[in-house]
């Protein structure tokens, strides 16, 4: 039963790109990921080595992810910034995830957000292919999926997730899902107010909506101040299983026209039956 | 369709799913077929039915088997139908895969009953005085196969379905996946009875109104189909989006693969049998089945940029 949702306002704007949440997130779930060390040899990590984005991409080893994204010019002087985002699971309100997991291995928490049951996982991969963000991921060193668990150990025993714990900016907000965007459309307003027009939240009601329950958002949202694709975020993710009724009618469909045609070429028994009928009146 | 950038990760669902959709489609298709033939067709059919049978189960069972060796923990498949921590059955009608799961077992014990069905029929299995039939008889039996045959229509068409309820690109983008593997499965199925009955020493006539004959018929029908739908679902997708399907390897593999070699050429050697009546029939089976595993390889792989090994060679 959730008692009141928490999640995470990440305020991309006063990111600093430390790090220190990745840091926290991998030394709090190191008993839950393999040694990094114990097989570098023959598994070196991946790392870019071509940005200071050095992991790239959440993983199943990498359950938050400080992105760098650098806009530049070529000459560096019409356009030079860069945007910094610290990523995770977005424990959205309509997890696709969550929704086609056949084994029950991802479940919804007391405190609203996903999470995977590693225990259940068979690693069919079916919430790999559903999730819009590219969060859930599968690990080749156990056969299961991984991804943020929100420190799900941490909250029942009334901590606060590592990330938000460690972040020296208060880029990552723990809290309560209300009052968090209660915060964040302020956040918002001030900013308006201070000439970044561009700024506005990624993550608020309309993202992932099902109009039948009137439920929809994120429970990790962001503030952000450029389009969603420039910070590897989609416009306008999809909940899956809204496309199967279409999809069912189709085959349907399709049944019934094969059914037709295999109808119509294997017929000619109740024709013969009907034409001895007709032999036997006459 | 505009272009939608995708973020989501790929599943790597390789060769096993492929040759999962692939060999449940031509299980499903011949199942069908079989029940038509149970239904409306002529006591001389019922050789092909049986055939159908013998088939249908032994595919379903290497299908269940192809399922669990792609899980990455293939011990705990039956976590698929069991929720592991309750020990109570899940099943979540929401999901083509938790639906699917239910739908390939309950598939698998009509196919069951029918191959048990299809051998006592044939005297491999002595009851009585043999050459009795086990189930396939009057309303109830007709009813059985009907039923046997939704569920292998649903095993047919449910993996469109499953590809189409993620947030990958094409796959999510088009609603007549399911439909395609469809008519695929019954057409590859087709072919799968068409070519062993050919390749029998004792093969059935293909003469005018022969059993066979009808089966090419019906195929030749659900070829047609097979390519309305392939045509749909690029001009529905658009160009863009289509373009990983069209071009480069995989549009090599689909238009030569599938459409000329699987479905053209054996639609030209139903009507215009070139090498003889049995020749054509036996290259016209064989490359319905090659192009149904094609399509599946395109549109299970192409999305997710994985190919097989042995197809490098098309690679651009």
Known sequence: ???????????????????????????????????????????????????????????SVNWRHVK??????????QQSRWLMMSDCCK?????????????????RTEFDSVYVQPEVCNGCRDCVAACPFGVISYGEWDGKVHKCTLCYDRLQVGLQPAC?????????????????????KKRVATLHERGVKEAYIYGDKDILYDPASGKGGLNVFYLLVDKPEVYGLPANPQIPSKTVPKSSAFSILTAFIVGLIGIFSFRDRRIREIQKNENLRT | MSDVTSYALHPEW??????????????????????????????????????????????????????????????????????????MPIFKYWSPMSVGAW?????????????????????????????ERLIYTGFLGRGFAFIGSLFGFFIASYTGALLTATNQPIWSQT???????????ASTGMAALLLIHNLRRHRIEARDGSPLQKLQHADNWTMLLELILIGLIIFTLGQNVAAPLIKGHYGKVLWIGVVLLGIVLPLILHVLPILGTRGSEVLAALLILLGGFLLRYVFVMAPQGLYFSFLKGLTP
């Not at chain 1, 990590?45 to 991409?57: A, F, M, V």
């Not at chain 2, 609603?175 to 499965?185: I, N, T, Y």
């Open chain 2, 14 to 87: 390789g060769g096993y799913i492929v040759a999962y959709f692939y060999l449940g489609g031509i299980a499903a298709g011949a199942y069908f077929m079989a029940a038509i033939i149970e239904l409306i067709g002529n006591p001389e059919d019922r050789a092909l039915a049986r055939t159908a049978y013998y088939i249908a189960f032994p595919l379903v069972v290497i299908c269940g088997i192809l399922l669990i060796l792609d899980l990455g923990r293939p011990e705990r498949f039956w976590h698929m139908l069991i929720y592991s921590k309750a020990g």
């Open chain 1, 68 to 77: 760098f994204i650098e806009q530049f010019s070529e000459d560096r002087t």
């Open chain 2, 175 to 185: 609603s007549l996946l399911g439909a395609l593997f469809l008519a695929s499965s």
């Open chain 1, 91 to 107: 424990h959205c309100v309509n997890a696709p995830c969550l929704e086609v997991c056949p084994t029950g291995s991802l479940i």
């Open chain 2, 103 to 131: 739908a390939l077992l309950i598939f698998g014990g009509f196919t069951f009953l029918s191959f048990i069905d299809a051998l006592v029929e044939s005297r491999q299995i002595k009851r009585g005085k043999g050459g």
């Open chain 1, 164 to 184: 938000a714990q460690a972040c020296p900016t208060q880029s990552i907000q723990f809290g309560d899902v209300d009052e968090l965007m209660e915060r964040a």
């Open chain 1, 1 to 59: 039963m959730v008692v009141r949702a928490k999640g995470f306002f990440t305020d991309t704007t006063v990111c600093i790109g430390c790090k220190a949440c990745q840091v926290a997130c991998r030394e709090w779930n190191q008993d839950k990921l393999p040694n990094a060390f114990e097989h570098v040899h023959e598994h070196p990590p991946h790392l870019l080595g071509t940005s200071y984005d050095n992991t790239g991409h959440l993983s």
